[in-house]
């Protein structure tokens, strides 16, 4: 029961954990927190199971080419509903323009592709039980991303000027980075990030167009645990978050276990508003 | 439906174009409108898209036929997607607007238990298959008949196999968390405590509960020997089924027909854990152990050779289909096209020969689906949209 | 100034008979839709029943949207709540049967607590963060009624409340309906027009500044909250008639979403907007049966169309009164000599306020405040006496702004007392200040741009406001009252600064300069004791400068104690009667502008030469 928990939990936090990070990189990137991160985790698992299953691609071919997918529909996010609206990030539009091409790009996977969870593919057939690879998988991608963005951040040029521009966008202009090129190469790596965890964490969750506003509530609880911006902290919320609902799910039940993680999340937003391991915001004056 | 709008111009367009040929336009000659609440689209729109083949094709060897008494039939759909709003929108326009002769649907419980008081306050005649058992109440909703068995039907079938043909004494329960599954949990825990079985395990479970395992070890540990599952998510059966495969367990899973359908095929990591799974089917579509379906169905298939596709849906949708658009055509040509006459007609129904059921209604009985026509269907055994008997039928 | 008090005078009483333009467009709707029972069939009464019953729930969340600016997507839990809630208590699953009104009071009783609960986080968490947590409320109210068996009917359900004759037919429900929308658009239009609806828009688009005109964000918004709340679940248990049975799969996101759109495609800030909004929202979907499926994304579409190319909404579309061009070379030119009646202990209408008059000065005493390692004060001693300007001068860094920061209750020190006389000023309390007095003007005007100068004067005044939320939703005698007291005061204002032929203009098509006034203007609303000025002379031309000058020099002479932080060092010499000079956290010199400006170490650290 309890090893079941576990890995149950910890895969599904890591997806969790995958969208929060997917967040964070669009927000490191623009201030913007978009609704379009729990869609890009849902596409991965659609269009997986599309390019591999039924289109019966080579399974890298279908990886790569859902990565592809998933980097445009990151830059059309920013393209359609960031840029527009940075000028006027206090009226918040960009709560609106996210959320409308969240709905658009959810509503026409309703429509086209089905409004029932369609099956994904078995990716390499390892392991049996608890040792499925449904259940390690989403932690090793977890794992490899959170790696590789600690590569990428500390040890090319590439990753220090995203961090350039997410610490101090004018100072960065100033240095002469291309902004804008960076905050679409930024946007594109979320949709990556986004894409794996929907891929990784397809055996586990299904092609269903529902996991869209799933992974955007429950990959945002993280983000909202670990701070706005702290990858490390989404990390360790999404993997909190996922045992914690797995438990919950196994004690109270299906329907109340959703109950339970909203309650916990909004306690512990009011008592930290900007997360556990948040930073404090900038003077208001 | 662009394809229903269509057929409404045409149909006008003719009976115009006869009306014009000199014969006085004579309420004799104007269409029958039935009204049809589909919920095509958004989700659990299978069902209606399968009854939506029936009622095409009746309509259109009616009309081929020269139609009811020299009147055509005009099916009127409406989408509803599910959505009780949208329901009552569409049935208040079909009653108010399109002014449709009686109404056929909607397939969702939600959006009937919504429209069923609307269409009782309007006397609209009302056929339709969902299975909540407060639908139908002959003092009610006197305008209101069922043509599908109800939940009770269905819960004393899959009773009656776990009981006397399974021969089980210890059963666990499960339900996904929508409306319906909570509602039937309890309504089959009731009804197997009352014969004297042992319920060991009840639970409502999220569908998208990534892993079955804790459930069915419990249940297992409680000494299961039969699993009622009473859900309507694919995706929830098919882990159900995998996570008994990999605990290496051969206990029975009886219930829902959602088990038997074709998705679940893709969601099964082997073949074989589908086997052991018996699912609520209906004497009229499954073949025996020969094979063979009954002959008036036979029949049915054969006339929908190269017209309705039945691989990638249920025979008993597209067969339930035929059946309402025949029934409110006879009672308009046996009785008239009145409210009143349709009710009337329909209340003396004594086993009308329909291709889904042998149908029987009074004025106090409203439900008019045979019980002992509801049966359990081999889940895995699917062709060509219906089933074979599971084992233990004569 | 006789003269000047009949010209306000007379401009209000053109207002009023103008008064009856933007009604207009409201008679119109609801005046078509009185007659649609009486030329269609009940198809369309059931259709416009359903948009008065959206309406309503749709004018209560607009104060909460379109003016407070919280984004509560997901308030179909309102809806929910109140179905629910007036179906149980009208089926008696709970307590014995109530006749079908008393349940839906019941309904905004509960609408009404409920609203608050989802509405507080609104208080504490950034936009994104509220938006998503009223998702998920709207979630768990959906799981708890499908969870609830016994008292809900789960799955199943239960029906809706009957209403008693003549409401049970069709048409009766409908004029029902129609009724309350009309009162809820007549009561929400007042709150919108008045006190509460300038001071919720303050709080979304100057939030900073609405703390220093004492407007307390916490208190504005759970009022709110509750009204809206207790709208939207009567709304809810009318939906709930109307549906004659209620399952949880009714309440779905997409009317979450339909309610949140037709706000934004309305437009914020107005009612004729959201209403049409709703309207086209709801009839919609009936025109376009076969786009049925299509119908959210094509929703989502427009709500993308609508914040890239027109985020005003339909509202912006139709107001041509702010496309009239303004004349290009306006100049601004205050008035000192009206400060008597805008400054005077008796106001024109003969009202008495009674400000500060107690003659007590401000004073910081060893102020120490740091952000991060750095000290921005360090231990700053200063006072502030009334009835004379004071400046504050210093190298930037110095700790200036910082200062009035300090007294105008944004930050809390770590040592020192901030005292009002002998009255110990609160720490990071900006809301307090208002009513002790104390107003202030900002480094960047930090002003409504949505709103007309006119309205964003009348924000100063907020807190002299009497009459409560409720006078204010039936529009009482005192709610006007209040209205025209500040409407005269704010055009007195007006006049002083030289503003007034611009008040009927937006105010983000005012030049930087006018501004500044404005900002003047609107803190002289408050009568104030004192006048905190962050650099108000920056950006201006000289001549301006010149004119600000001896506006500020009066105001002086009026008796209000003035701190002006400036760096334009002539005009502080020009007008100061005492001036304070700032190094590093504290004071490096203190004395008249003659003393200041030969002080040796002043002009090596700042004025140079």
Known sequence: ?285 | MPLTRRRFALSTAATAAAAGLGRPALAQTEPIRIGWLAAMTGPSSAPAIGFNRGVLWAADTINAAGGVKGRKIDVLTRDTQGDPTKAVNATQEMISQLKVQAIWGPTNSGEALAVTPIMARARMPNIHPCVVDSLIDPQKFPNAFRMAPSNVQWDDAVRGYCLGILKVKKIAVIGDTTGYGVTAVRQTVAGLIKDGAEVVYQNNIDATQPDMTPDMLRARNAGAEAFVVWSTSTGMDARMFNTRAAMNWDVPFVGHPSMSSGEVANLVEKPANWQKVYTIGFRTCSFDRNGKLPPRSQELVDRFQGKVTLSDTLLWWVAGGVDAINLVAKAVENAGAAPDQIIQYWNRLDKYPGYFGDYTFTPSQHNGYPTQDVVMSEASSARDGAFALAPGYG | MPNAVAEAQADDRVRMGAAWTPILPFLVVFGLAAAVPQVTNDYWVLIATRAAIYWLLVAALNLIVGFAGQLAIGYVALLTLGAYTASVLAAGNVLPPLPAFAALACAGVAGALFGVVVGLPALRLRTFYFAISTLGFATIVTQVALAWQSVTGGGIGLPGPELPSPFNTPSGFFYLCLALAGACTWMTANIAHGRFGRALIAVRDADVAAEAIGISKARLLVTVFLFSGAVAAIAGGLFATLQTYITPDAFTFDLSILFFISILIGGRGSIIGPMLGTIILTLLPEFAAPLAAWSTFLYAVLLLLIVLVAPGGIAALIDFRSRKPLAADRAVVPRPALLDHVLSHHGPTGDVRTGNRLQRPISLRQVVLSFGGVRALDGLDLNIAPGAVHGLIGPNGSGKTTALNVISGYYRPEHGRVTLGDELLGAASPVTRAAHGIARTFQTPRIVGEASVLQNVMMGGTIQGRATFVESLLSLPRHRADERTLRIAAQFALRTVGLERLGNVRADRLQHSELRFMEIARALMLRPAFLLLDQPAAGLSADEIARLGDLIREIGRHGTGVLLVEHHADMIFDICDQVTVLNLGRVLAQGTPAEIRVHKEVVSAYLGG
């Open chain 1, 1 to 285: 029961m309890l090893t079941s928990i576990l890995a149950a939990g910890l895969a599904v936090g890591a997806v969790y954990a995958l969208i929060g990070v997917t967040y964070n990189t669009m927000y490191s990137a623009s201030r913007v927190m978009s609704f379009t991160a729990g869609q890009l985790g849902m596409l991965g698992g659609v269009l997986g199971s599309l390019f591999v299953l039924r289109l019966g691609l080579p399974l890298i071919v279908g990886f790569v080419l859902m990565l592809a997918c998933c980097a445009v529909i990151g830059i059309v996010t920013e393209i359609v509903a960031v840029r527009p609206v940075l000028k006027s990030l206090d009226q918040h539009l960009y709560v609106l323009s996210t959320l409308a091409l969240a709905l658009m790009i959810q509503q026409v996977t309703a429509i086209e592709w089905s409004t029932e969870p369609q099956p994904f593919p078995r990716l390499f057939g390892i392991g049996t039980g608890t040792f499925d690879e449904k259940f390690w998988l989403p932690v090793a991608a977890c794992a490899a991303t959170i790696v590789g963005l600690e590569m990428l951040y500390r040890h090319t040029l590439v990753g220090r000027a995203f961090l350039a521009i997410a610490e101090d966008n004018f100072a960065a202009r100033a240095l002469g980075l291309p902004e804008r090129r960076l905050r679409i190469a930024s946007f594109a790596l979320a949709g990556i990030v986004g894409g794996l965890a929907g891929f990784s964490g397809g055996e586990l969750l299904l092609a269903f167009f529902a996991n869209g506003p799933l992974l955007n509530f429950y990959g945002f609880v993280p983000v909202a645990l670990g701070g706005l911006g702290n990858n490390r902290g989404a990390v360790i919320g999404g993997f909190a978050l996922g045992v914690f609902q797995q438990a919950a799910n196994f004690l109270v039940g299906g329907i109340f276990s959703s109950v339970a993680v909203f309650i916990l999340f909004i306690i512990v937003l009011l008592a930290a508003p900007q997360g556990l391991l948040g930073t404090t915001p900038a003077r208001r004056v």
